[in-house]
């Protein structure tokens, strides 16, 4: 079974300093981590993903993710917030053991970030 | 281009009626799939579709009843839902099985 935690509910930064969401995973053969945001009513987008290859990886606006096998963490990052970044983030897992078929995603329960002015 | 598009964007309806959610890509994605949404909680998968063929289906009611019509065109056809099923009702296809998925902007029902 595939699962993943986000240990912190919310995270409030102030703009202009580096974010962090934290992230870490659980899978049976090697993960596909991805990261999606989620405006208030609304689907979610996709930021980033990894897959395999080099373990920092750079997504949209300005999101990086670092992945950590040894410590089963694939953070979310971020050198200067901005107010706009405020949003709902989930981080979700494939276990890319599951072989060749479709597979869903299993999200974790979501972090609120929160950019003050 | 990226995108899904979902209809309706809301939706109301009675214990006792029937209706159906659309899910519509044009990117050429061979998987689509049915995810659930509750207020403040993560998406829950319900269905994958591969190849046009109902390739997971998670243990969800038979009141839900998916349909992939051709490879563009995903529905959920809802009949005899409960006050519980209100939730946001999110669609997504990927380019193949293991890339990444794209989620549409979803329908929010409400079951009364």
């Known amino acids: 079974a595939q699962s993943v935690a986000q240990p912190e509910d919310q995270v409030n930064v102030a703009e202009g300093n580096p974010l962090t969401v934290k992230c870490t995973y659980s899978?049976?053969?090697?993960?596909?981590l991805f990261w999606y945001v989620q405006y208030p009513n609304r689907g979610l987008q996709f930021l980033l993903k990894?897959?395999?290859?080099?373990?920092l990886v750079k997504g949209s606006y300005g999101f990086e993710a670092e992945f950590n096998k040894s410590q089963t963490s694939f953070h979310l990052k971020k050198p200067s917030a901005l107010v706009s970044d405020s949003a709902l983030y989930f981080c979700?897992?494939?276990?890319?053991?599951?072989?060749?078929?479709?597979?869903?995603?299993?999200f974790g329960k979501g972090t609120h970030l929160i950019i003050q002015p | 281009d990226t995108e899904v598009t979902q209809t309706p964007k809301h939706l109301v309806m009675g214990m006792t009626n029937k209706k159906s959610l659309k899910c519509e890509q044009h990117?050429?994605?061979?998987?689509m799939y049915w995810y659930k949404q509750k207020a403040k909680k993560p998406p829950e998968l319900m269905f994958v579709?591969?190849?046009?063929?109902?390739?997971i289906n998670e243990s969800v009611p038979s009141r839900f009843s998916p349909e992939c019509p051709n490879s563009s065109l995903l529905n959920l056809h809802l009949h005899a839902l409960q006050p519980e099923d209100s939730a946001l009702y999110l669609c997504?296809?990927?380019?193949?099985?293991?890339?990444?998925?794209?989620f549409g902007p979803g329908t929010r029902l409400l079951v009364l």
């Open positions: 997504a296809s990927s380019q193949g099985p293991r890339e990444t998925q794209y």
């Open positions: 899978v049976s053969g090697n993960p596909y």
């Open positions: 990894y897959i395999t290859g080099d373990n």
């Open positions: 979700a897992v494939r276990d890319g053991y599951s072989g060749g078929g479709a597979d869903g995603l299993t």
């Open positions: 990117m050429g994605h061979r998987a």
């Open positions: 579709y591969s190849y046009e063929k109902l390739s």
